[in-house]
C-alpha cells in the first residue's frame, strides 16, 4: 500500500513490534533460568510421552486404566482439581505438587509446544466424537469407494492409484477430477453421490454442529448462517472462533476430561524456583536501541512525507506568479493523486488563459470587419464623397445585420455554456421539420422520420446551422441529406471533409477549417460552438465523423422519449 495512512500504520506496527521484540526477548532472557530450574526435565518437554498421554484421552471417555511410562522422573497424573489419577510413585503428599503443572492434557486444546502440528483450532483431528459411523455404514463407504476406484476413475488416474484418505471417524475422502475423462455410467454416479452425501449419523452430528455454531454467533451479535463442509469433510463456518468452541462442546463427551500431569524427582521432591533477577544495564541498552529505531524510523517516515508538500507548495508559488507549475512527484499515495490533481489544475488554467486570449482576439477580429466598413461609409458620407443613397444605406443595414447576428450568437453560446439558455421541449414532428428545412435549402434530400420531445426553435437552430455549413462545404454536384433513425438525426454531406487533426477543434469558438475563409464565405466560427450547447442543454450529444475529400457526418443523439 502506499497511502499516507498506510505508511503511518507501518511505521506505528513498526514500533510497536520492536518494543514488543525487545521486551518478549528480554522476559524470555530473565525468566528462562528459573523457568528450567522448577521444571527440570519434566515430562512436560517429552513430546513423546505427551503424544502418549493425548491418544488415551481421544479413545477413551475417561482415565481409567492409563499408565505412565516409568523412569527416572515421577510423573503423577491428576483431575483438573489435584485428584491423584495415576503415579508412578508411592505415598504422595498432595500439598507436594509443584503450583504449575508441566503440561495439560486436554485432546480439545492441545499444547503446541508439544503438539507443533496441531491444527488451527487445537483440536486433535483423531476425534470422531458423534460423527463415528456404524459398521454397516463403514462397510457400506467402504464398498463405494472400492467400485468408484476400480470401475469409475480414468486410466490415467488408475495408474496413478494411491489408497484414499479417510476422515477421523473412517470416512473415505472421494477426490474427483472432473476434467479428466471418466466413465459415467448409473453404478458410478449413485456410487459418487452416496461418497458425496452424509449418513444419517454425520447428518446428525452436523446439524447439532450447527446449531451449537449458531448460537455463538447470536451471542456476539452475528447473523446465523449455514456452517458447510470443505473438501476433507472439515466443518467450515465463517467465525473460527465460534467453530472451534462449538467442536470443543460437540467433541467433549466423546474424549477423557482435561488432566494435569507434573514431575517431581524420584524421591516426589518439587524444584524450587530461582528468583528472577534482571539485567539493569541489558534493559538500558535495549531500550536505548529501540528508542534510536522509532526515531530514526519517525525521521525518515517524516522527510518522505514532507518533500512532496514542499514541492507543491513551490510550484503553487510560480503557478501565482503565471509562471509554469507542473510538479513531477510519480508517487501512487494521496500525495501523488493532490500532484496530479494540481497538475490538472494548472493545464486547465493554461488551457483557460491561452482560450481566453484567443477569443477576445476572434472577437475583435470578428467586430472590426463591419465597424471598419461603417465607419468608412460614414466618413466618406460626412465629408461629401458618398451619397448616402438607397444602396449605400442598404450596405450600412447589411454590415449592421452581420454586428447584431454576432452578438446575438455570443449571447446564446454565453447563455448555454452558463446553464441558463431556455427551452421549451414538446414533441417534435422531424418529417415536418426536415421538408422545411428542404423548403429552405433546395438540394437538400431527407431521409426518415418520427417524432423526438426538443425545443422546435433550438433544434431547427442546430439543424439550420449543420445543413447550412454541410452545403458551404459541398461542391454543386455533391449531395447533402439529411436523415434521421431512432433517436439520432445525421446531417451527411459529401463536401470536402475535415482532416484527422481538425476534428478535435470543431465545436471550438471562432474555430474554422479554413484560416483564409471570411465571414461572408466561413461563417463567424461560432455556429458549431453554439450547436454543441444547444445540443448539450439537451442533454444530448453530437459527434462528427470526416475524412478528406469524401464528406462529413454529424451525428445528433437524443435522450429517449
Excluded at 62 to 82: C, E, K, M, Q
Excluded at 143 to 167: G, K, V
Excluded at 390 to 404: F, G, P, S
Amino acid at each position: 500500500m502506499h497511502s499516507v495512512l498506510a505508511r503511518l500504520l507501518a511505521a506505528s506496527v513498526l514500533v510497536a513490534l520492536c518494543s514488543i521484540t525487545a521486551t518478549a526477548w528480554l522476559a524470555a532472557q530473565s525468566t528462562s533460568t528459573s523457568i528450567r530450574q522448577e521444571l527440570g526435565n519434566a515430562v512436560a518437554s517429552d513430546a513423546a510421552t505427551y503424544r502418549e498421554l493425548i491418544t488415551f484421552a481421544v479413545q477413551h471417555r475417561d482415565w481409567n486404566g492409563v499408565s505412565l511410562p516409568s523412569g527416572t522422573r515421577r510423573l503423577i497424573l491428576t483431575t483438573a482439581d489435584r485428584k491423584v489419577i495415576a503415579d508412578t510413585g508411592t505415598d504422595l503428599d498432595p500439598t507436594q505438587l509443584p503450583a504449575t503443572p508441566s503440561a495439560v492434557i486436554n485432546p480439545l486444546e492441545l499444547d503446541l509446544a508439544q503438539a507443533q502440528d496441531a491444527p488451527q483450532d487445537r483440536i486433535d483431528a483423531r476425534i470422531a466424537g458423534p460423527f463415528a459411523l456404524t459398521a454397516r455404514e463403514k462397510a457400506s463407504l467402504d464398498a463405494d469407494i472400492e467400485l468408484y476406484t476400480a470401475r469409475c476413475e480414468s486410466s490415467a488416474q488408475a495408474a496413478e492409484a494411491t489408497p484414499p484418505r479417510t476422515t477421523a471417524w473412517g470416512r473415505p475422502i472421494l477426490n474427483v477430477d472432473r476434467t479428466a475423462a471418466r466413465p459415467t455410467t448409473p453404478a458410478c454416479t449413485e456410487a459418487e453421490n452416496r461418497l458425496s452425501t452424509l449418513t444419517l449419523g454425520e447428518s446428525a452430528a452436523f446439524s447439532e454442529l450447527g446449531l451449537l455454531v449458531n448460537e455463538c454467533l447470536q451471542q456476539r451479535g452475528l447473523p446465523a448462517e449455514q456452517i458447510t463442509m470443505d473438501a476433507s469433510w472439515r466443518p467450515v463456518a465463517s467465525d473460527p472462533d465460534c467453530m472451534a468452541g462449538a467442536r470443543r462442546a460437540q467433541l467433549r463427551p466423546y474424549v477423557a476430561p482435561p488432566a494435569l500431569l507434573f514431575v517431581t524427582d524420584a524421591a516426589g521432591r518439587t524444584t524450587q524456583a530461582t528468583v528472577v533477577r534482571f539485567d539493569v544495564g541489558r534493559i538500558v541498552v535495549v531500550a536505548a536501541v529501540v528508542l534510536i529505531l522509532t526515531v530514526g524510523v519517525s525521521v525518515l517516515v517524516g522527510l518522505r512525507m514532507t518533500r512532496p508538500l514542499r514541492t507543491l507548495t513551490a510550484a503553487a508559488e510560480r503557478l501565482r506568479h503565471g509562471d509554469d507549475a507542473q510538479v513531477d512527484i510519480r508517487s501512487r499515495s494521496e500525495i501523488g493523486q493532490l500532484a496530479r490533481a494540481f497538475n490538472d489544475m494548472a493545464a486547465h488554467r493554461a488551457r483557460t488563459d491561452a482560450q481566453r486570449k484567443a477569443m477576445t482576439s476572434d472577437i475583435s477580429h470578428e467586430l472590426r470587419n463591419p465597424l471598419g466598413t461603417i465607419r468608412s461609409w460614414l466618413e466618406g458620407a460626412r465629408d461629401g464623397v458618398v451619397e448616402l443613397d438607397r444602396a449605400t444605406l442598404t450596405a450600412l443595414l447589411d454590415e449592421a445585420l452581420v454586428l447584431q447576428r454576432l452578438i446575438d450568437d455570443l449571447q446564446d453560446l454565453a447563455q448555454a455554456e452558463a446553464g441558463e439558455l431556455r427551452l421549451h421541449p414538446e414533441p417534435v414532428d422531424l418529417r415536418e421539420l426536415f421538408e422545411q428545412l428542404a423548403a429552405a435549402h433546395p438540394g437538400l434530400v431527407v431521409e426518415g422520420g418520427g417524432v423526438v420531445v426538443a425545443d422546435p426553435v433550438r433544434l431547427r437552430q442546430v439543424l439550420t446551422n449543420l445543413v447550412t455549413n454541410a452545403f458551404r462545404y459541398t461542391p454543386s454536384d455533391g449531395t447533402v441529406r439529411i436523415i434521421s433513425a431512432g433517436d439520432q438525426i445525421k446531417v451527411i454531406d459529401t463536401g470536402s471533409g475535415i482532416s484527422a487533426e481538425d476534428l478535435p477543434h470543431v465545436f471550438d469558438r471562432f474555430w474554422r477549417a479554413d484560416r483564409s475563409r471570411t465571414r461572408d464565405t466561413g461563417g463567424s466560427g461560432l455556429g458549431l460552438a453554439i450547436v454543441h450547447a444547444i445540443v448539450s442543454a439537451h442533454h444530448g450529444t453530437i459527434t462528427v465523423a470526416s475524412e478528406l475529400g469524401r464528406g462529413t457526418t454529424f451525428t445528433i443523439t437524443l435522450p429517449a422519449r
